[in-house]
Nanobody
């Protein structure tokens, strides 16, 4: 059973920072990549960043967010700086098992966490 658990969400003022973590467990055998997505109320889930077989960022977060990994510990982090109110969303981490699949496509991912809420106050 594969599990992904996000943590680190919360309330922050615009311009502030938060660090999200994604803890993975289960039978991934170190042969997977992780992506971060976010979803605001009434909006579709959108890609934020991915790491593993490729390092990719959405244009909206480039230069502000940094994704890093420690596969030995089974954790992937998302450092978010210069946060804006439009970054407010529930953030999800996900794992994909197919090398070569699109890192920014939701359908590439096989397992999802439950999400952690980030609220950026103006």
């Amino acid at each position: 059973q594969v599990q992904l658990v996000e943590s680190g969400g919360g309330l922050v003022q615009a311009g502030g920072s938060l660090r999200l973590s994604c803890a993975t467990s289960g039978r991934l055998f170190n042969n997977y990549a992780v992506g971060w997505f976010r979803q605001s109320p009434g909006q579709e889930r959108e890609f934020v960043a991915a790491i593993g077989w490729s390092l990719v960022y959405a244009d909206s977060v480039k230069g502000r967010f940094t994704v890093s990994e420690d596969y030995a510990k089974g954790t992937v982090s998302l450092e978010m700086n210069k946060l804006k109110p439009e970054d407010t969303a529930v953030y999800f981490c996900a794992a994909r098992l197919t090398r070569g699949s699109s890192p920014s496509s939701r359908t590439s991912y096989d397992y999802w966490g439950q999400g952690t809420r980030v609220t950026v106050a103006s």
